[in-house]
């Protein structure tokens, strides 16, 4: 999902010897990526107010009024900093415009926006599936997957964001840990629990163990 890093370090370069276009191209390259994260946790109430194209030119004009004081201190990946931009601007307009619900902000995501990442959802069906949940006709996949996103918002905030880090935003497990500040092996154990509770509430909690 995030651009590959090696053409996005030639940009950041660029910028900083002064090549006034780089910093667009730079915002332009990460545009999609960071569409698609918001159209992922922007949820349904906010949606209907605000234009997610808005959200993203609006984090995409922070990252480029912070972009020198990012560079003077880059303590992590451009993609990783400017996710985490996008995140602090989902959180912020779900506490204004949902400010008289109890539930945490982060809970409150579209859901059904992940559902419509066609590849995401077949790669995650493919790692939960076991003898039992594996459809047994093409036609049955859109209720696999239907169940399985109903599964991942069952699960605690914790276990359901690293979930979604992983198989939606396609991050690594290093890029993972870096983002939510844990050691390595500690977010792999993490996203190991997300995966062994996904596969409990659908039912498969005997294939995993038989791995």
């Given at each position: 999902m995030w651009p590959e890093g090696?053409?996005?370090?030639?940009l950041l370069k660029n910028v900083a010897d002064g090549d006034k276009s780089a910093m667009n191209r730079l915002m332009d390259r990460h545009r999609d990526a960071v569409r698609r994260m918001i159209?992922?946790?922007l949820d349904h109430a906010v949606a209907r107010r605000v234009d997610a194209s808005d959200v993203v030119q609006d984090v995409l004009m922070e990252a480029s009024q912070r972009l020198n004081d990012y560079m003077q201190n880059p303590s992590m990946p451009f993609h990783?900093?400017?996710r985490q931009l996008?995140?602090?601007r989902i959180i912020?307009?779900?506490?204004?415009h949902r400010a008289a619900k109890r539930r945490s902000v982060d809970r409150e995501q579209n859901l059904s926006?992940?559902?419509s990442d066609d590849q995401s959802a077949a790669d995650l069906a493919a790692l939960l599936k076991d003898a039992e949940l594996t459809p047994a006709a093409a036609a049955l996949r859109k209720e696999m997957e239907e169940r399985f996103l109903v599964a991942l918002d069952q699960l605690e905030e914790n276990d359901r964001e690293i979930v979604i880090m992983r198989h939606f935003e396609h991050l690594g497990n290093s890029e993972v840990a870096e983002a939510l500040k844990l050691s390595a092996p500690a977010a792999g154990m993490r996203y190991l629990r997300a995966i062994r509770r996904l596969r409990e509430l659908l039912g498969g909690e005997e294939s995993m163990d038989g791995q």
């Amino acid at each position: 999902m995030w651009p590959e890093g090696e053409q996005t370090q030639e940009l950041l370069k660029n910028v900083a010897d002064g090549d006034k276009s780089a910093m667009n191209r730079l915002m332009d390259r990460h545009r999609d990526a960071v569409r698609r994260m918001i159209q992922m946790r922007l949820d349904h109430a906010v949606a209907r107010r605000v234009d997610a194209s808005d959200v993203v030119q609006d984090v995409l004009m922070e990252a480029s009024q912070r972009l020198n004081d990012y560079m003077q201190n880059p303590s992590m990946p451009f993609h990783l900093w400017l996710r985490q931009l996008a995140k602090d601007r989902i959180i912020d307009m779900h506490r204004r415009h949902r400010a008289a619900k109890r539930r945490s902000v982060d809970r409150e995501q579209n859901l059904s926006g992940l559902g419509s990442d066609d590849q995401s959802a077949a790669d995650l069906a493919a790692l939960l599936k076991d003898a039992e949940l594996t459809p047994a006709a093409a036609a049955l996949r859109k209720e696999m997957e239907e169940r399985f996103l109903v599964a991942l918002d069952q699960l605690e905030e914790n276990d359901r964001e690293i979930v979604i880090m992983r198989h939606f935003e396609h991050l690594g497990n290093s890029e993972v840990a870096e983002a939510l500040k844990l050691s390595a092996p500690a977010a792999g154990m993490r996203y190991l629990r997300a995966i062994r509770r996904l596969r409990e509430l659908l039912g498969g909690e005997e294939s995993m163990d038989g791995q």
